[in-house]
């Protein structure tokens, strides 16, 4: 298959790319300088170009709480031009199937966990990510109705739990938590710290999969495409609490401190769990467990960031 990949360079998309699956398949994947897609002309040009027979839509703007407060205007409007313009573009050049990338925050911020897929929409979403959640939202949505007006034409949507894993962001400004563990409890090695502070009380619980277990995921997506529902969620099933990631974490560094809960900083949502019986029913679980996951995240780390090593 001649496979276009989005967002190639980020997460996501190095997982892709890195996955034994998708070495048989002809691999597309231009940087944002290649194809910008927040240009709708370039978009159309380079599909008519290059004419892939499947697209996998991982790019966008993706950042943690402080981005997505301090930036709604570019969270809301570059996803949603993003999404607007690849999609139909696709739907102009006629490419058969695309496979769109939504994200967790599209659930209504009190809808019960764990988070069934028909909940989108039916709800008031969390505020500190309400652009980014609208564009993905309506992204997801614009899938439907392409699908609608032309069945010849499959466009659906992922919904991955939070991820982490090789090529996570590692920068304290723009990292995902478990970076952001991983570098403290490093600090806390190197530095001989005999405790590691966790904001509240460490009870929140959160579900993280590995990224290539997503990347496990999208291949069986591509095969089964068809049986594929307009909306999917992917996840573990089950989740931690924040003190199992710290612990799991302590563990992989042999960190023997403990930990000291500041109660007075917030926690967050106390859950945030998909339901993954879609993604179950095609007979898929995703198989890395969190030590694996963890050590092979540090180890990609102590890899990219060599001073990090201990
Ligand atoms: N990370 C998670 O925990 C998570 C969880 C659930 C869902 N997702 C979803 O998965 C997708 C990928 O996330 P990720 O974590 O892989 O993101 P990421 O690491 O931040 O990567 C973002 C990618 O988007 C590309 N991009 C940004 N602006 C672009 C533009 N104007 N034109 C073309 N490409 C552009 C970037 O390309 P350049 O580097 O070339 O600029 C980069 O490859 C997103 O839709 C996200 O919502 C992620």
């Not at 194809?35 to 892939?52: C, F, G, I, M, S």
Request: glycine share 8%; proline share 4%; charged share 20%.
């Amino acid at each position: 298959m001649k496979l276009l990949i989005t967002g190639a360079s980020g997460m996501v998309g190095q997982n892709l790319i890195e996955h034994p699956d998708f070495q048989s398949h002809t691999l597309l994947r231009p940087s944002s300088k290649e194809l910008n897609l927040l240009n709708r002309d370039a978009v159309v040009e380079y599909l008519k170009t290059n004419t892939p027979d499947f697209i996998i839509h991982a790019a966008g703007r993706v950042g943690g709480i402080q981005a997505n407060i301090k930036h709604p205007v570019a969270f809301l409007t570059e996803n949603m031009d993003m999404g607007f313009n690849l999609l139909l573009a696709a739907q102009a050049v006629g490419i058969p199937q695309l496979l769109n990338l939504g994200s967790s925050c599209m659930y209504p911020r009190n809808a019960p966990n764990p988070l069934k897929e028909e909940l989108v929409l039916k709800g008031e979403l969390e505020p500190t990510n309400e652009g980014y959640a609208i564009a993905k939202c309506a992204v997801s949505r614009l899938c439907d109705y392409i699908h609608a007006e032309n069945e010849n034409l499959q466009y659906k949507t992922l919904i991955p739990c939070n991820l982490y894993g090789r090529w996570d962001k590692f920068d304290p400004k723009n990292s995902h938590l478990i970076p952001a563990i991983i570098a403290k409890t490093l600090k806390a090695v190197q530095e001989g710290h005999h405790s590691i502070e966790i904001w509240g009380d460490g009870s929140a619980r959160r579900e993280f999969m590995y990224a290539e277990d997503l990347a496990d995921f999208i291949s069986l997506a591509l095969s089964r495409f068809e049986e594929l529902e307009q909306l999917t969620n992917v996840g573990l099933g089950f989740d931690y609490s924040i003190k199992d990631y710290y612990q799991a974490t302590a563990e992989s560094f042999s960190f023997k401190g403990g930990f000291a809960f500041d109660l007075s900083k917030p926690t967050g949502m106390k859950q945030k769990l998909v339901d993954c019986k879609r993604a179950h029913a095609l007979g898929w679980k995703a198989k890395t467990d969190l030590k694996t996951g963890i050590s092979k995240t540090i180890a990609f780390y102590q890899e990219e960031y060599r001073g990090a090593s201990v």
